[in-house]
């Protein structure tokens, strides 16, 4: 009986998986999300990838990342929709005599 409930409860959970899976596939100079959680928070970072296979992708990563391995399972990874909200214009910088700036958040 108990095994029977618990087989129950897998196929529920393995046919909701299942249903909502999509196959992930990106191509060279698609920019992704890209998912890191060896660190406190999650961290996302837009990059290029290049496919070496159907579920690995190898990214090219920023300078400060260089301590991480390039390559993601298909699972780190969503795909990014370019959006004009995403660029921020460059604000004028105003210089006092002793060449401070103050910082504003935008």
Not at 26 to 46: H, N, Q, T, Y
Request: glycine fraction near 2%; include cysteine; hydrophobic fraction near 35%.
């Amino acid at each position: 009986m108990v095994r029977e409930k618990l087989k129950a409860a897998q196929d529920r959970q393995k046919s909701y998986a299942d249903n909502r899976s999509k196959d992930l596939e990106f191509a060279v100079r698609d920019w992704v999300f890209l998912k890191l959680s060896p660190w406190k928070d999650v961290m996302r970072f837009g990059k290029r990838g290049k496919c070496i296979g159907h579920v690995v992708y190898r990214l090219t990563l920023p300078p400060e990342l260089s301590q991480i391995h390039d390559v993601f399972h298909v699972s780190m990874l969503r795909k990014y929709v370019p959006n004009p909200s995403h660029v921020l214009e460059q604000q004028p910088m105003e210089l006092r005599e002793d060449l401070m700036y103050k910082e504003q958040p935008v």
